[in-house]
């Protein structure tokens, strides 16, 4: 331990704390308005002045830093300390946020709008009053749902008011323990193609330097009133958006179960598939209704093993067609198939596979030349590609499969790979369809310029409905995809940490020690991500070649088409690697056999993939 400068506080045991971090904590607490959090500092104060060994670990985490706002604006803990999701971080932010929005409207002198929404967690409707308090007294025009809704009614407000920007309280399909805040931008702030998105770069960095600027939450003005909330009006016109989509004739003849993960989306998913003539609906009851405490799954996500489980029983109970599953937000969705050979008798579609039935129907319901929703090409100056957005485009993550661009090139359409994250994909001038294999989808881009489980459900259900009329299921539709294009089949490989810094030493020896081969074929190509991606016309892809910007990860290509793209995950400390083989098809072949082929192959990528890492 570093020698450090006595203090009142030795007389009390505070001779293992780092000097620092006392000062934080007081200061921290005389200005937390709170009277929860402020409790909850100062017993970690006490119980820390006793040399209480646990909590001098959780008071100088608490205080080692700020939670920072970035492209995904806030997500944390809730609990006391700059560190954590709390109203004191929530109370800058939204301060950082109206000063950043004045200061961009002041040579127009106009007033901000900003629409607020909020999910079920812990502390989200607080920190939406909040949020609405500071933008009012500030001058801005705050627009808040009247209750709690999932993310994408208020991602389609900000472009369906007109607002300037949207901020959506919520943590996604994060543990109970953790909330967050999202950041949309729009109006008059940023135009064309990502107008209504999710902030990127340089937006992320000038909010965060407006919430630096703020000295102390006592000096942010709050008003107690003047905020307008918005009526059950805007609910109707998000669900009226998404009821264009074409509704094919036999859905009413589907049985279909959904859950909600005991999140906001139970009833706008019931109301939009009811719309979309489902007739046949069931429900988990026991997920249906909104409990922050998610009292039936360790991990609201319905990626994580046994989530879904409750659904699968339901499905098998009442010899269901399809199980619809959204996150505790909505703006993810899972699909379920029955499957005999799959264990309990249902199989989890991967985002891919979705991904994959999403972006042919899109494609079939285009011309070559038809116009997507995109607005003007890139005038939003954020970033996008440059590129006419009368062209369609599919679009997806880099670590997406490659069957997206195989999917656009058999009609002629653009594609286009993006940086990992919606508040890329969304921004795609000319974007028709668009997803990321966590499960993430934007099928009405015009309506919503985000993911969204609830548009995505439905289409799901059109989708299944046309394969029934056709004699066929979901899963016929992807073996005819692999006949035409090839099977391409995907799988991640996670690696979890407790130290962050063996992250960083795994990618510098995939840097400086990249494999030779991997799943016993040779290494033909290494890309590192932090330089950038060329995407070249030699690819094969419609659209010409483009640039995908830098991100921490390494991209490597094998003789036998394997691919695989490894980097840091953005929210939690791991290491993941994003791992896509494509199997071609013979004339006489089942599917199922180079099915069985493709796993092989993808253990055998698996194996040298997590020996390459060596963590």
């Excluded at 909590?55 to 939670?67: K, N, P, V, Y």
Aim: with cysteine; net charge negative; hydrophobic share 45%.
């Amino acid at each position: 331990m570093s020698a450090r400068t006595p203090c009142p506080g030795d007389a009390l045991g505070l001779d293992r704390l780092a000097d620092w971090v006392l000062p934080r904590a007081l200061a921290w607490l005389a200005d937390d308005p709170d009277e929860a959090t402020a409790a909850e500092a100062t017993a970690l104060v006490h119980a820390a002045e006793q040399g209480d060994a646990d909590a001098i670990r959780e008071l100088t985490d608490r205080f080692s830093g700020t939670l920072q706002f970035g492209t995904a604006g806030l997500r944390g803990a809730i609990g006391a300390g700059s560190n954590r999701m709390n109203r004191a971080v929530v109370l800058r932010a939204a301060a950082g946020l109206v000063a950043f929005l004045r200061a961009e409207l002041a040579a127009t002198g106009g007033r901000p709008r900003v629409v607020i929404g909020y999910d079920a967690r812990h502390y989200s409707r607080v920190f939406a009053l909040d949020t609405a308090a500071v933008v009012t007294a500030a001058g801005g025009e705050a627009l808040l749902m009247p209750q709690e809704w999932p993310t994408p009614i208020l991602a389609f407000a900000v472009r369906h008011l007109g607002a300037d920007a949207g901020v959506m309280v919520t943590a996604s399909h994060n543990p109970a323990a953790d909330n967050g805040c999202k950041v949309y931008l729009g109006g008059r702030i940023v135009t064309g193609s990502g107008s209504g998105a999710q902030i990127v770069p340089p937006y992320d960095a000038a909010i965060a330097e407006r919430i630096a600027a703020v000295k102390q939450v006592a000096d942010i003005p709050r008003a107690e009133s003047g905020w307008r909330v918005l009526d059950d009006t805007i609910h109707a016109d998000y669900l009226a958006a998404i009821a264009r989509q074409p509704v094919e004739r036999g859905v009413g003849a589907l049985r279909v179960v959904t859950t909600a993960m005991h999140g906001v989306g139970g009833a706008t998913l019931t109301s939009a598939l009811v719309r979309a003539g489902v007739t046949d609906l069931h429900t988990v009851a026991a997920q249906a209704e909104p409990d922050a405490a998610f009292p039936t799954v360790a991990f609201p996500n319905p990626e994580e093993p046994g989530a879904m489980d409750l659904a699968f029983a339901l499905a098998r109970e009442v010899d269901a067609d399809l199980v619809l599953a959204v996150d505790p937000d909505a703006d993810r969705c899972a699909v379920a198939v029955p499957d005999g050979a799959a264990d309990g008798g249902w199989r989890r579609l991967s985002g891919d596979e979705v991904g994959s039935l999403l972006g042919e129907a899109a494609a079939q319901a285009l011309a070559p030349g038809e116009a997507g929703d995109g607005g003007d090409a890139d005038a939003s100056g954020d970033g996008g590609d440059a590129e006419p957005a009368d062209v369609p485009v599919l679009a997806c993550s880099i670590v997406s499969s490659r069957h997206l661009a195989a999917i656009a090139r058999a009609h002629g359409l653009r594609h286009r790979a993006t940086l990992t994250g919606f508040k890329w994909i969304s921004r795609v001038p000319g974007l028709v369809l668009g997803y990321e294999e966590a499960l993430g989808y934007c099928v009405a881009p015009d309506v919503v310029r985000d993911k969204d489980g609830i548009s995505a459900s439905v289409a799901i259900v059109n989708l299944l409905a046309r394969a029934r009329a056709d004699g066929g299921s979901l899963t016929d539709v992807l073996d005819a995809l692999a006949r035409r294009d090839g099977l391409y089949l995907s799988a991640p490989v996670t690696v979890r940490v407790d130290d962050v810094s063996l992250i960083g030493d795994a990618m510098a020896r995939l840097r400086s020690q990249p494999p030779s081969s991997l799943g016993g074929s040779p290494v033909t190509r290494v890309i590192d991500l932090a330089d950038g991606l060329d995407v070249p016309d030699a690819d094969g892809v419609n659209g010409g070649a483009y640039r995908v910007p830098p991100t921490d990860g390494m991209w490597f290509e094998t003789l036998d088409a394997t691919r695989v793209v490894v980097r840091p995950s953005g929210t939690e400390p791991k290491l993941k690697a994003y791992l896509d083989v494509l199997v071609p098809i013979a004339d006489d072949e089942p599917v199922d056999g180079a099915r069985w082929r493709a796993r092989e192959r993808l253990a055998a990528v698996a194996a040298d993939v997590e020996a390459a890492i060596a963590i």
